[in-house]
């Protein structure tokens, strides 16, 4: 019996789109901003070096993880219009959502061998589980006009966002569980710790490629274009162009993308180096204390966030979607000025508390206000892939300005300040976003 294909708008649609949150934010948090770092610290502690030969060079390993993601960044604002540009022409983009879900799932299980003896090999899985997260995410917020009416979308960009927080909770917990008491899940003998660790990237690979299957089932698989179908390869930066022209068209749209750009910069930042700046530069007790701590931490921030993209939701429903954004930009300076001074781990989780209850509000709700300001179109994957590759530039640079920052003064506390500055500049720019709906 053939599978009934459902309506834009539906229950069961929305909740199938909004579950591929579900499935692969475990990514982002157990491998991104949780145990890999811990993970990747240690190896280097345990070992009693700073530096490690790769590739016939000598590198430290901080810039040597750093160097990795922004490569593995430059790579994904290149392949994101690569195919958008072929999924909008032959109307399969859930074809290719599925091989980089496929493709991250993998590079997650392969870290369960990353260790210094295979640094190649592991810093290649690290560089395709980021690919693959990241490229398979902008496919699926693609979605969200095609799934959705205006009216849905604030809510579902909402749900989908806490749905992935609660899912990749329910992993962490799991997994400090086995890092905790390893022997409790039958991981024995001299580093059963670091071993559990490795059992949590695999976990998260499975984990990402079961649960995103009802996701795959229910999406539809793409509008297809009507039109030129020569040089389709290079169609996706051609579509880039076209909505740079639109944009000339769309004031409303180019404004509240210049803002997205400066925040988002540094909203990512703050994703990516959050443990970083726990571990280097808060007073732990023991070595113990620190993976706990900042495990902990991390955890508290997705739990808190939960509550915030719910609490984002209706405040823009109450106050306008540009209101909402600016407050929260203005929450965020706060949020800096107060990291700059954090110096136990008591102060560092209440950090950690305040920045879950803005991070996932400003995710979420700068998500379903792009898909608003969107003009009357179908090929929407180019307009989020021209979303996306904002936002990864955004990060290239934020990430490259705060180790500059931290390395010139000599502290990743005032790059924090530094990251306050984006924060402000973002909202003054949004508030020159005109909108009468959305205001």
């Given at each position: 019996m053939?599978?009934?294909?459902?309506?834009k708008?539906?229950r069961?649609?929305?909740?199938?789109?909004?579950?591929?949150d579900?499935?692969n934010?475990v990514y982002s948090?157990?491998?991104?901003?949780?145990?890999?770092?811990?993970y990747?610290g240690?190896?280097?502690r345990?070992?009693e070096?700073?530096?490690?030969?790769?590739?016939g060079?000598?590198?430290?390993r901080a810039?040597?993880?750093s160097?990795t993601?922004s490569i593995a960044?430059?790579?994904?604002?290149?392949i994101?219009?690569?195919?958008s540009?072929?999924a909008?022409?032959l109307g399969?983009k859930k074809?290719?959502m599925?091989?980089f879900?496929?493709?991250g799932g993998v590079?997650c299980?392969g870290?369960?061998?990353?260790?210094?003896e295979h640094i190649?090999?592991?810093?290649?899985?690290?560089?395709?589980?980021?690919v693959?997260?990241?490229v398979s995410?902008?496919i699926n917020?693609s979605?969200?006009p095609?799934?959705a009416?205006p009216?849905?979308?604030?809510?579902?960009?909402?749900k989908g966002?806490?749905?992935g927080y609660?899912?990749?909770?329910?992993?962490?917990?799991?997994?400090?569980?086995m890092?905790?008491r390893?022997?409790f899940?039958g991981?024995?003998?001299e580093?059963?710790?670091?071993?559990?660790m490795r059992?949590?990237?695999?976990?998260?690979?499975?984990w990402w490629?079961?649960?995103?299957q009802?996701?795959?089932y229910?999406?539809?698989?793409?509008?297809?274009?009507v039109?030129?179908?020569?040089?389709?390869?290079?169609?996706?930066?051609?579509?880039?162009?076209g909505v740079w022209k639109q944009l000339g068209?769309e004031?409303?749209?180019k404004?509240?993308?210049?803002?997205?750009?400066v925040?988002?910069?540094?909203v990512?930042?703050?994703?990516?180096?959050?443990?970083y700046?726990?571990?280097?530069?808060?007073?732990?007790g023991?070595?113990?204390?620190r993976?706990?701590?900042?495990?902990?931490?991390?955890?508290?921030i997705?739990?808190?966030?939960i509550l915030?993209?719910?609490?984002?939701?209706?405040?823009?429903?109450?106050?306008?979607?540009?209101r909402?954004?600016?407050?929260i930009n203005?929450?965020?300076?706060l949020?800096?000025i107060y990291a700059?001074s954090?110096?136990s781990p008591m102060?560092?989780?209440i950090?950690?508390?305040?920045?879950g209850?803005v991070m996932?509000g400003?995710?979420?709700?700068?998500r379903?206000t792009y898909?608003?300001?969107?003009p009357?179109?179908?090929d929407t994957?180019?307009?989020?892939?021209?979303?996306?590759?904002?936002?990864k530039i955004?990060?290239i640079?934020?990430t490259?300005?705060?180790g500059?920052?931290?390395q010139f003064?000599?502290s990743?506390?005032?790059?924090t300040i530094?990251?306050g500055l984006f924060?402000?500049l973002?909202a003054f720019?949004?508030?020159?976003?005109?909108?009468?709906a959305l205001?």
């Amino acid at each position: 019996m053939a599978r009934s294909i459902l309506l834009k708008g539906s229950r069961k649609l929305l909740n199938a789109w909004a579950f591929y949150d579900w499935a692969n934010s475990v990514y982002s948090l157990v491998i991104a901003s949780a145990i890999f770092p811990i993970y990747y610290g240690a190896l280097f502690r345990i070992a009693e070096i700073e530096k490690v030969s790769i590739f016939g060079g000598e590198i430290a390993r901080a810039p040597l993880i750093s160097y990795t993601t922004s490569i593995a960044f430059v790579c994904i604002a290149i392949i994101t219009p690569l195919i958008s540009g072929i999924a909008d022409y032959l109307g399969n983009k859930k074809v290719f959502m599925q091989f980089f879900c496929y493709l991250g799932g993998v590079a997650c299980i392969g870290l369960f061998w990353f260790s210094l003896e295979h640094i190649e090999a592991g810093l290649i899985c690290y560089f395709f589980g980021l690919v693959g997260f990241w490229v398979s995410f902008a496919i699926n917020n693609s979605y969200l006009p095609d799934i959705a009416y205006p009216e849905q979308q604030d809510k579902i960009s909402a749900k989908g966002f806490s749905m992935g927080y609660i899912g990749s909770v329910i992993l962490l917990l799991i997994n400090l569980a086995m890092v905790m008491r390893p022997g409790f899940f039958g991981i024995e003998g001299e580093g059963a710790e670091l071993l559990a660790m490795r059992y949590s990237f695999a976990s998260v690979g499975i984990w990402w490629i079961a649960f995103s299957q009802y996701t795959f089932y229910h999406l539809p698989k793409g509008n297809k274009r009507v039109g030129e179908r020569q040089r389709v390869i290079l169609n996706g930066f051609r579509e880039l162009k076209g909505v740079w022209k639109q944009l000339g068209h769309e004031r409303r749209l180019k404004r509240y993308l210049g803002a997205f750009f400066v925040y988002s910069m540094a909203v990512q930042t703050v994703m990516l180096i959050a443990a970083y700046f726990g571990e280097e530069e808060v007073a732990w007790g023991s070595s113990e204390e620190r993976t706990i701590g900042l495990i902990v931490s991390i955890l508290l921030i997705q739990l808190v966030a939960i509550l915030g993209a719910t609490l984002t939701a209706r405040a823009s429903e109450a106050f306008g979607n540009i209101r909402t954004l600016v407050v929260i930009n203005l929450i965020w300076v706060l949020i800096c000025i107060y990291a700059y001074s954090v110096q136990s781990p008591m102060e560092f989780y209440i950090a950690a508390g305040f920045v879950g209850i803005v991070m996932g509000g400003i995710q979420a709700l700068s998500r379903s206000t792009y898909s608003k300001f969107l003009p009357e179109t179908k090929d929407t994957t180019s307009f989020f892939s021209f979303y996306d590759v904002a936002e990864k530039i955004g990060i290239i640079i934020g990430t490259f300005l705060y180790g500059f920052v931290a390395q010139f003064t000599g502290s990743m506390r005032n790059a924090t300040i530094f990251l306050g500055l984006f924060f402000i500049l973002g909202a003054f720019l949004l508030l020159r976003v005109k909108s009468k709906a959305l205001q």
